[in-house]
T-cell receptor, first 114, second 113 residues
Framework: NAGVTQTPKFQVLKTGQSMTLQCAQDMNHNSMYWYRQDPGMGLRLIYY???????DKGEVPNGYNVSRLNKREFSLRLESAAPSQTSVYFC?????????????FGPGTRLTVL | KQEVTQIPAALSVPEGENLVLNCSFTDSAIYNLQWFRQDPGKGLTSLLLIQSSQREQTSGRLNASLDKSSGRSTLYIAASQPGDSATYLC????????????FGEGTQLTVNP
């Protein structure tokens, strides 16, 4: 099992450009999440999808959109990138079965917006 | 709103020492608490998950305890090794937050040979 995979690993954008971060999991998890990690701010939830077909805003959703393409894939889109979106982005997934709800994380995408 | 605090922010110890990392949370209504490890430039690796009904969990040299009523958890690392050097994060899943986690900012651990 590959676990949670993310593409790309690194990206540099200019202000105003758009891009989509891809995430896929092969653990048959029903819930998926997008976080950003910034120095001094910790990990903050951007959007999540509790199950296929649903998405909800997290703590810092402004400037982002998401798509739960199917059970395996959850993408994060920046429509018009801003320097404040320079960060490391992590995708995570979990099963909501009571005793199996560990969150598993991908390796991250390091995004710089100039 | 749930807040998670980890103290200390950084810790440096000699190899072989036993150590304790602390995590506190403001709202005791939680389903579970999870400890993660993050190496520089890498993602988070799950170490231990403690359900709200449990007092502790063990994995190898790691032991995590949970005192839900006082809003505290500790991660005990026995016989520390240089390979344990990393940032350790705790996260709680609240009873009213669905499946979302609230993270602490982590403790950066350095184990010196």
């Amino acid at each position: 099992n590959a676990g949670v995979t993310q593409t790309p690993k690194f990206q540099v954008l200019k202000t105003g450009q758009s891009m989509t971060l891809q995430c896929a999991q092969d653990m048959n998890h029903n819930s998926m999440y997008w976080y950003r990690q910034d120095p001094g701010m910790g990990l903050r939830l951007i959007y999540y999808s509790a199950s296929e077909g649903t998405t909800d805003k997290g703590e810092v959703p402004n400037g982002y959109n998401v798509s739960r393409l199917n059970k395996r894939e959850f993408s994060l889109r920046l429509e018009s990138a801003a320097p404040s979106q320079t960060s490391v982005y992590f995708c995570a997934s979990t099963s909501l079965w009571w005793s199996h709800n560990e969150q598993f994380f991908g390796p991250g995408t390091r995004l710089t917006v100039l | 709103k749930q807040e998670v605090t980890q103290i200390p922010a950084a810790l440096s110890v000699p190899e072989g020492e036993n150590l304790v990392l602390n995590c506190s949370f403001t709202d005791s209504a939680i389903y579970n608490l999870q400890w993660f490890r993050q190496d520089p430039g890498k993602g988070l690796t799950s170490l231990l998950l403690i359900q709200s009904s449990q007092r502790e969990q063990t994995s190898g040299r790691l032991n995590a305890s949970l005192d839900k009523s006082s809003g505290r958890s500790t991660l005990y690392i026995a016989a520390s090794q240089p390979g344990d050097s990393a940032t350790y994060l705790c996260a709680v899943r609240g009873e009213t937050s669905g499946s979302r986690l609230t993270f602490g900012e982590g403790t950066q651990l350095t184990v010196n040979p």
